[in-house]
């Protein structure tokens, strides 16, 4: 009898902690359980105008089952119904450059609090993907899985194999005191023109990730050869938009699905035609600019500017992608800044600047944080509210089109069909 009591006891308990650590009120969907939003605006995001219109969205498990716009839901009768009424609808937001794993803490637990801190942060704040753009992928990986099975509150997780040449890796290997930095793994590989790229992209692919990060010290013949046999193998190519010395029109012109951080895109030439880390120019050659711009339209490159980075560091990056949107290079938004040591919400800040500082109305910068995102990932099951898309979902209380701060306003996330609601405080 004892025992049986001390058992319960223990089960409480371990109830107890799930439910003060989580903060919500989870609804796991089975495969055959039906989730009805009813009366809701919905803002699908299928394109760049931003329309609203009130109607009912039917999840069945992870997946949006039926959309309509009538008031009938008598043929969902056991259904969990929520009325939405006066809320507005919007797919799940997608950062798409975040770095979790790159700085670990020597304590273990520490830095496994801290990670999930910033997963929950982001769920929390209606983010459901992210795509992680290099960092350990043993951990990576280990986060994905534990999202995917609703172990914790966290976003859907893609990542990157990082991928340079020697003059990188030694730099930052001498500075680590990380052992585990010291020498090659399949999510961060020294490239020359003596590796074998099919089996270096193998690696990546072994590793769990779902894109090459081309990030330094890299010519253009080899940022060719990566992209090329990253394509064959359903990888993603990921790329820095200077890459030294690949210059940012070899990079645009080899294809890659994205290139990062706007202000690189103005690397020019030294004397011997090459690109180094002094030849940034201050002031905007906007005719270079603009065939680079053209070149990444035509090829498909979209831009993940990091104009928050930009901003702190007095760099000039708005005027790039405010350039690249005038032109119609599709935008998407990652914020490589950290989560936890400030209050607001990274990505909500680098929204903000799309539509304050680069020309976007509300529903393009809303378009970029979701459906761009989900293309920057090479995902075409998410980013918007269609039939059959994935059911990643977030309700807030205001319009945002109305304006962009209502979007901090949320009254849900939903990930994969899965129900995150913050608890009243
Ligand atoms: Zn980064």
């Known amino acids: 009898m004892k025992k049986t009591i001390k058992i319960y006891l223990f089960i409480l308990l371990i109830i107890g902690i799930n439910n ?27 394109s760049q105008e931003g329309s609203v219109k009130t109607g009912t969205i039917v999840i069945k498990a992870d997946k949006i089952e039926e959309i309509f716009f009538t008031e009938n839901t008598k043929e969902y009768a056991n259904a969990k119904v929520i009325d939405l009424k006066g809320k507005y609808i919007l797919p799940g937001l997608i950062d798409a450059h975040v770095h979790l794993a790159t700085v670990p803490k020597k304590n273990r637990i520490e830095n496994q609090k801290e990670v999930e801190a910033v997963l929950l942060k982001m769920i929390n704040s209606g983010i459901t993907t992210v795509r992680d753009m290099a960092g350990n992928a043993i951990i ?108 940012p029109m ?47 339209k035509k090829n498909k490159v979209i831009l993940d500017p990091t104009n928050y980075i930009a901003e702190n560091n007095n760099m000039n990056g708005v005027e790039i992608p405010k350039r690249a949107h005038e032109l119609g290079v599709k935008v998407a938004v990652g914020t490589d800044w950290p989560y936890l040591y400030e209050p607001e919400i990274p990505f909500f800040k680098e929204l903000k600047l799309l539509v304050d500082k680069c020309g976007f109305t509300n529903a393009e910068a809303l378009y970029s944080a979701t459906k761009i995102g989900a293309e920057s990932i090479g995902l075409a099951d998410r980013g918007t509210i269609e039939k059959g898309k994935k059911a990643d979902i977030i309700i807030v209380n205001k319009n945002p089109l109305d304006h962009i701060e209502n979007l901090k306003d949320i009254h849900t996330t939903i990930k994969s069909g899965i129900i995150y609601k913050k608890e009243k405080t």
């Not at 009120?25 to 995001?45: E, F, M, P, R, W």
């Not at 690696?203 to 990253?230: C, F």
């Not at 690397?267 to 880390?277: A, C």
Request: glycine share 4%; net charge neutral.
């Open 140 to 247: 990576l990986s280990d986060y994905a899985r534990a999202s995917r099975l609703d172990q914790i509150p966290a976003p859907s997780i893609f990542y990157a194999s990082q991928f340079a040449g020697p003059k990188y890796f030694n730099m930052t290997r001498r500075h680590s005191n990380n052992p585990e930095d010291k020498s090659d793994k399949p999510w961060a590989q020294t490239i020359t023109d003596s590796t074998n790229i099919a089996l270096a992209v193998a690696r990546a692919k072994g590793s769990g990730a779902t894109g090459i990060k081309i990030y330094s010290d890299l010519s253009a013949h080899l940022v060719k050869n990566i992209v090329e046999e990253a394509n064959n193998q359903g990888l993603q190519a990921w790329s820095h938009s200077a890459v030294f010395p690949a210059s």
């Open 20 to 46: 003060c650590y989580c903060q919500y009120q989870g609804y796991t969907t089975d495969s055959d359980s039906l989730l009805v939003l009813k009366n809701g605006s919905i803002i699908s995001l299928t």
């Open 250 to 296: 070899q990079i645009a012109n080899a294809k890659v699905n994205t290139m990062s951080h706007a202000w690189d895109i103005m690397y020019g030439l030294n004397e011997d035609g090459e690109i180094t880390r002094e030849s940034l120019s201050n002031k905007i050659d906007f005719n270079r600019l603009d065939r680079i711009l053209l070149l990444m």
